[in-house]
Each structure stands twice: as C-alpha cells, then as structure tokens.
C-alpha cells in the first residue's frame, strides 16, 4: 500500500486543483490520500469525490501554522519563536476545525497583501500590479495566497533567479519582506485536532532552519505537549538527518508520518508518492486511522 499523507491544492499554494491533485496521486500508484491544504478544508469534498473515481482512499486533512517558542539555546539564542506546522489527519468533526480555522484564513489574505506591500517598496515596483499577479497565481483567493505563490511571481518577473532565492532574500522568517502570521499555538493546535477526533503530526521538523540540537529539541516537546506523530524526512535528506529523527520518534514514544509535501510545479523537487519507508520497529499514524479499519 502506497501512501502519502501530505499535499497541497489550489485551495492554499499548490498549483494543481483537487481533483488533478487525486488524478496525480493515483498515476503515481497512491493508494491512501490526504490533502493537507494550509489552514482550510475547501478542498476535500472535491477531492473525496475524485477519490472515489480513482480508487483511492482520502483521509480527512489540513496543515495548521502554529507558533511555538522553542528553549534550550545559550546567550542571545536562550529562545527563538518559529511558525511550526502541525498537520491533522483523520479528524471527523469538520464543522468545528472549520470554525476554528476561519480566522487563521483571514489572517492568510492581509499577510499576503502586507508581504507584497513590502516588496513593492524593497523592489520600487507598483504595488497594484504586484498583488493582482499574486492573486493570479493562488487562483483569485486572497485567503490561499502564500509565501510560495509570491515568490513563483517574482521568478517569473525576474525579480529573484530561482523561486528558493526569492525566500532566501526576501520572505523567509525575518527576511525584508517577511510578515508574521497569526497563528494558534502549538500545544492549542495539537488540542484542536485532537478535539476533532484526528491525529496530530509534527511536520517536516527538519525544514525549519533549526540547529540538530533543536530539531531534537523540537521534536520532545512535540510529544510532551501530547502530539502524535512525526513526519519522517524526505528522501532527499541526509541519511544522518533521518537516524536523528528516527531517534528523537522512539525516544518520545511517537508514532511516523510519511509525506511528500507536494505542492505542484512551483515546487517541482516533491513528487506524489516519493515518501520515505518506516523503519522495521516503526508504527504508521495510519494504522489506527477509521478510513482503513
């Protein structure tokens, strides 16, 4: 059974729709789907119906941007406050993450629009022109619009070389033209999902421009504020990246993820389908999922 618990649509920065989204899945041999958009739901109807096209079982998802004050540095790096991003699988009570996520939505629309305020002063460039191409590229929804949809847009004006240097200069955390989303906190986050009946997942722990000290650091107060899982690192990882998280999952009683984080072709390199494989001694977050019991 091939599986991949983490993509993005058109609903948040994804370049691909629902259910073209689906459709790629199952070209690539997926079997268990889930569509973790950015802070909504708007795309799981569409994409359960394509799903029961194709054959392929979709588990109830969202990516949820939480912020998390992370301790255990020294001097001046004592704490540092990240955006971390928890995904929720399996989650049943729809109608209650919803309300709770609509705020975070709003929050999504005014930071895009501030981001690109900011760049049309850094850059001397009309600010109109600029946010009209965003709106553009994250299908005319000021609430889908992310950092990845802004920095496609300067590639393609020929503002930045590549589509990473548009973060690495200007919209990575505390970049010129980086603007802080409101966000729940992280031990608030993990409390939603669960209170929704789904599984909370620490994603990606390794892309958050962390030290290994704090990546492990990271991951062990995950699981003391009750999370349950972790999402493995993508293949293209150092194989020393993997056995630390391996590590730090076994150490904190935490149970594996596995997703490609697939956004589409702004983000070419994350394929459906290419996940990393458990361990021997590891358990899958999907094995108690209602979907598959």
């Given at each position: 059974?091939?599986?991949d618990?983490?993509?993005?649509?058109?609903?948040?920065?994804?370049?691909?729709?629902?259910?073209?989204?689906?459709?790629?899945?199952?070209?690539?041999?997926?079997?268990?789907?889930?569509?973790?958009?950015?802070?909504?739901?708007?795309?799981?109807?569409?994409?359960?119906?394509?799903?029961?096209?194709?054959?392929?079982?979709?588990?109830?998802?969202?990516?949820?941007?939480?912020?998390?004050?992370?301790?255990?540095?020294?001097?001046?790096?004592?704490?540092?406050?990240?955006?971390?991003?928890?995904?929720?699988?399996?989650?049943?009570?729809?109608?209650?993450?919803?309300?709770?996520?609509?705020?975070?939505?709003?929050?999504?629309?005014?930071?895009?629009?501030?981001?690109?305020?900011?760049?049309?002063?850094l850059?001397?460039?009309?600010?109109?022109?600029?946010?009209?191409?965003?709106?553009?590229?994250?299908?005319?929804?000021?609430?889908?619009?992310?950092?990845?949809?802004?920095?496609?847009?300067?590639f393609?004006?020929?503002?930045?070389?590549?589509?990473?240097k548009?973060?690495?200069?200007?919209?990575?955390?505390?970049?010129?033209?980086?603007?802080?989303?409101?966000?729940l906190?992280?031990?608030?986050?993990?409390?939603?999902?669960?209170?929704?009946?789904?599984?909370?997942?620490?994603?990606?722990?390794?892309?958050?421009?962390?030290?290994?000290?704090?990546?492990?650091?990271?991951?062990?107060?995950?699981?003391?504020l009750?999370?349950?899982?972790?999402?493995?690192?993508?293949?293209?990882?150092?194989?020393s990246?993997?056995?630390?998280?391996?590590?730090?999952?076994?150490?904190?009683?935490?149970?594996?993820?596995?997703?490609?984080?697939?956004?589409?072709?702004?983000?070419?390199?994350?394929?459906l389908?290419?996940?990393?494989?458990?361990?021997?001694?590891?358990?899958?977050?999907?094995?108690?999922f209602?979907?598959?019991?």
């Amino acid at each position: 059974m091939k599986i991949d618990l983490h993509c993005h649509s058109t609903c948040s920065d994804g370049t691909y729709a629902p259910t073209e989204v689906v459709q790629r899945a199952q070209a690539a041999g997926v079997n268990v789907l889930a569509l973790t958009d950015h802070d909504t739901l708007a795309g799981i109807d569409e994409a359960r119906a394509a799903a029961d096209t194709y054959g392929i079982t979709l588990v109830n998802g969202v990516e949820i941007s939480c912020e998390h004050t992370l301790s255990g540095g020294y001097g001046k790096n004592k704490s540092t406050n990240k955006i971390i991003h928890v995904v929720g699988l399996d989650f049943t009570d729809r109608d209650k993450m919803h309300a709770a996520l609509q705020q975070l939505q709003d929050s999504r629309a005014n930071r895009g629009q501030r981001i690109t305020e900011k760049l049309s002063e850094l850059l001397e460039i009309d600010y109109e022109g600029l946010w009209q191409a965003v709106l553009d590229k994250a299908g005319n929804n000021p609430q889908a619009v992310g950092r990845a949809h802004i920095g496609q847009v300067l590639f393609e004006r020929g503002h930045v070389k590549t589509v990473q240097k548009a973060f690495d200069i200007y919209l990575a955390d505390n970049k010129p033209a980086y603007v802080a989303i409101d966000a729940l906190s992280m031990a608030d986050g993990i409390k939603l999902i669960q209170d929704c009946g789904g599984k909370a997942v620490l994603a990606h722990p390794t892309r958050y421009h962390l030290s290994a000290t704090r990546v492990r650091k990271l991951i062990e107060e995950f699981a003391q504020l009750g999370g349950d899982a972790c999402e493995l690192p993508a293949n293209s990882e150092p194989i020393s990246t993997r056995r630390m998280v391996d590590r730090s999952i076994a150490e904190h009683s935490l149970v594996a993820s596995i997703g490609s984080d697939f956004h589409g072709s702004n983000m070419p390199w994350r394929r459906l389908g290419d996940v990393p494989s458990l361990n021997a001694e590891q358990k899958g977050v999907w094995q108690n999922f209602a979907e598959l019991i």
